[in-house]
C-alpha cells in the first residue's frame, strides 16, 4: 500500500463492526463479512471521513461472552435496546479480548487486510482497539505469562469473590477501574511487569498489519500513578519508564507513522499527550456542551491551539447515550456543528447522523432497527461535505464572536476557518431562545462579493461588510466564501 498521510484535523467514524456487518446482512440477504464488503458501500460510508475505527474487530472471549449471557445488570440493558434479544443475539464484549486475531465471524485477517487496502484507495485511514488494562478472563497469556498479570491469594478469593477469581492453581484479579466494580469478564494486567510490557508492544508492533493506528481504552488506568494508586504494592514497584511512554517510543522506533489515541478521563488529556498520544478524548467538552453554558465551553475552546490539535471532540460514541437521546434533537444538531467545526480530530459514532436512539450495549451482535429522522439526516448530509472540504492542514482557525455580543456570555459559539481558498464560518446559537447578531466580515470579503450559506443553499450578495442574522433556538449557519458544496 502507498505511504499515508496523516491528517493535522482528521474526521473520524467509529463503526460497531459487529452489528453493521449484521445490519448489511440483513439488507443485503445473505451474509456480508470484510471477504465480501461491497466497496460501495465503504464508498458512500466513508465519502466524508478520514479515518475509519471499526470498534470490536478482534476475537472475542467464550468465557466473557459466558458472563455477558447471564449477568442480570446487562440483561436489564439488553431489554431496554433490544425488547425481543435472545442468547444468540449476545457474541460478547469486544473489550473481554480473547486474542487479538481478527473474529472469524467477521471476515478473519485476510478479509480485514483487503478492507483496509480498498480504504487506502479511497484516501482512508484505518484504526482499530486495543485493550491495554486488561485481556479476558481465558486468554493463553495467563498461562503462558502468569507474571504479567495482577495475583492474588486465597485470602481474596474468599473475601473478595467480586474482585478475585481462580484460573487453574492461580488466583488473579479482575480487571478494574477504580470508581467502578470490577469488569468479570477480564483480568487485570500488572503495567508493572516487564514481561507484559514487552508482550504488548510486541502486539502492537504486529497490528501494523492491520490497521495505521489504535484507540486505547481506558488509557489512564495505566499511568503509574493511577495504576498504583489503583493496585497499591500488588504490582511491584514501577519500572524505569511509564508505561505508555515506553510503550509508544518502542513501537514509533519500528513504525513512525503508527499513531495513538487515548481514551481518557480525569482532566488527564495534557498528561498522556506528555506522554506520547498523538490524540486524547475530550471528555470535558463533551459534559460542557451536555451540561453547561457557553462561559463554560467558550473558556474550554480558549486553551492553546497546540493542545487542542490533538484532542478528539464527540457528542456521542459507543459509551455514551446516544446524542439525541441525551441532547434532543435541534441541541444534538447545535453540539455536533460546534464539534465539527474545532481544530484536532472529530469523531462521529454510526448512526448519529442518522437520528438513532438507542444505545446499543456493545456484547449484542444485533441491533433495533430505527426509522432515519429526515431533519437530521439533511443536517449531516449538509454540514459533513463542506466541513471535510474546507477544514483542512493549510487552514487557520479562531473562535470568532459576533458584532454587539458580550463574548463570553453571548449564546453564540462561532468558528472561523481561513485559507488561501477563501473561509468558513459556522455560527450556532447554542440557546433556546431566538436571538440577534451582527456579523462583522471586514477582512474577509470585499464589498458586492457573494457568500454561501450553506445550511439554505442561499448566496448573499454583501453590498456592505455586515450581515444581520435572527437565528431561532438551536439554529446553525455555516457561511463560505467560493462555490457552494453539491449535495
Known sequence: MKKITWPEHPLILEINTWTWLRELSDQYGKTITFENLPVRVL??????????????????????????????????????ALSDFSEEDVVGSPYSIYDYSVDPHLGGAEGLIAVRKKLAEL????????????????????????DAFVRGSEQDLASNPEGFFKRGESIFAYGKDPYFPSWTDTMQVN????????????????????????????????????????????????????????????????????????????????ELQQQGFDFCYDKRLYDRLLHEGVESIKGHLHAELDY?????????????PRAVSAFGEKRSLAAASIVLSLPGARLLHFGQHLGRRIRLPVQLGRGKTERV???????????????????HDKGTW???????????????????????????LIVVNYSDNNQTGTIDFSGLVKRGEKITE????????????????????????????GKAVPL
Open 43 to 80: 464508498e458512500k460510508e466513508t465519502r466524508d471521513f478520514d479515518l475509519v475505527w471499526f470498534m470490536g474487530v478482534w476475537r472475542r472471549s467464550p468465557k466473557g461472552r459466558e458472563v455477558a449471557v447471564t449477568h442480570p445488570d446487562l440483561q436489564d440493558e439488553y431489554r431496554k
Open 123 to 146: 484516501g482512508k485511514i484505518l484504526i482499530l482497539d486495543f485493550v491495554p488494562n486488561h485481556v479476558a478472563v481465558d486468554h493463553s497469556w495467563g498461562e503462558d505469562v502468569p
Open 191 to 270: 503495567s508493572f511487569s516487564r514481561v507484559y510490557r514487552e508482550k504488548v508492544i510486541e502486539t502492537l508492533q504486529a497490528m501494523g498489519k492491520y490497521c495505521d493506528g489504535v484507540r486505547c481504552d481506558m488509557a489512564m488506568l495505566l499511568v503509574d500513578r493511577i495504576f498504583q494508586q489503583t493496585w497499591g504494592d500488588r504490582g511491584g514497584q514501577p519500572l524505569e519508564q511509564e508505561f505508555w511512554q515506553e510503550v509508544i517510543g518502542r513501537v514509533k522506533e519500528i513504525n513512525p507513522d503508527f499513531k495513538f489515541f487515548a481514551e481518557v478521563y480525569w482532566d488527564m488529556e495534557w
Open 308 to 320: 487542542q490539535k490533538r484532542l478528539v471532540r464527540f457528542i456521542e460514541n459507543h459509551d455514551e
Open 373 to 391: 429522522v429526515p431533519a437530521i439526516e439533511e443536517h449531516y448530509r449538509k454540514l459533513l461535505p463542506v466541513i471535510s472540504e474546507n477544514i
Open 398 to 424: 479562531r473562535l470568532f464572536h459576533l458584532n454587539g455580543e458580550e463574548f463570553l456570555h453571548s449564546p453564540f459559539i462561532s468558528a472561523l476557518w481561513e485559507s488561501d481558498k477563501g473561509f468558513l
Open 454 to 481: 450553506e445550511m439554505q443553499k442561499q448566496t448573499i450578495l454583501l453590498d456592505q461588510n455586515r450581515l444581520d442574522i435572527n437565528a431561532s433556538p438551536w439554529e446553525v449557519n455555516v457561511f463560505r466564501k
